[in-house]
């Protein structure tokens, strides 16, 4: 079975701009978190969907925002970029969402894609 | 808000046991215990969870302390491919939401 794969890998933007990242889950999961990681604030959640719905939202602004197809495959956008944006972004697939019982369940990364912001 | 505490980084020689301390003093009921590790240039993996009991797998094993405020992660035999940063994690049923630790680098000699 494939697993998560995210693109891009690598990523150059210039401050202002705005950028669409992919990610696709492992067949048959249909649930998608994002995380962002940085050197200084480490693994930090930004939002899950199941079904094409967002069940869970981090503590980050509005210019981070995500979606969710029908086949689960999800992308999240970030727009007018800033530098503090530089960063991993990670994303995990699972069967089932935390809320319907999934807090037991593993989470599968992807490698996640690599964004720059200069 | 819920949190993790781990050691920053950690020191073990190749083929000795390790013990990766996680102190989770706010965690509640329902709340699972995951650990996660992350290799460079990877996503993290997960590596073992629990939720009261002590649990094994062919990886790890998950010592949880009675009052389940702490847990340790147990690696048997380390070996230079272990060489890794460890996250020690809980998934909140109450609010949905996941606290990442700041992970322990475990670094191996060989």
């Known amino acids: 079975k494939a697993g998560v794969t995210q693109t891009p890998r690598y990523l150059i933007k210039t401050r202002g701009q705005q950028v669409t990242l992919s990610c696709s889950p492992i067949s048959g999961h249909r649930s998608v978190s994002w995380y962002q990681q940085t050197p200084g604030q480490g693994l930090q959640f930004l939002f899950e969907?199941?079904?094409?719905?967002?069940?869970n939202k981090g503590n980050f602004p509005g210019r981070f925002s995500g979606r969710q197809f029908s086949n689960s495959r999800s992308e999240m956008n970030v727009s007018t970029l800033e530098l503090g944006d530089s960063a991993l972004y990670l994303c995990?697939?699972?069967?089932?969402?935390?809320?319907?019982?999934?807090?037991?369940?593993?989470?599968?990364f992807g490698p996640g894609t690599r964004l720059l912001v200069l | 808000d819920a949190k993790t505490t781990q050691p920053n980084s950690m020191e073990s020689n190749e083929e000795e046991p390790v013990h990766l301390p996680c102190n989770h003093s706010?965690?509640?009921?329902?709340?699972?215990i995951h650990w996660y590790r992350q290799l460079p240039s990877q996503g993290p993996e997960y590596v073992i969870h629990?939720?009261?009991s002590n649990v094994n797998n062919r990886m790890a094993s998950l010592a949880i302390a009675e009052d389940r405020k702490s847990s340790t992660l147990i690696l048997h035999r380390a070996t230079l491919r272990d060489a890794a940063v460890y996250y020690c994690i809980l998934r909140i049923n109450r609010d949905d939401k996941i606290i990442f630790g700041k992970g322990t680098r475990l670094h191996i000699l060989p």
């Open positions: 629990g939720l009261t």
């Open positions: 969907y199941f079904s094409e719905t967002q069940r």
């Open positions: 706010t965690i509640s009921g329902t709340d699972y």
């Open positions: 995990a697939s699972s069967f089932t969402p935390r809320a319907s019982g999934g807090a037991g369940e593993t989470q599968y």
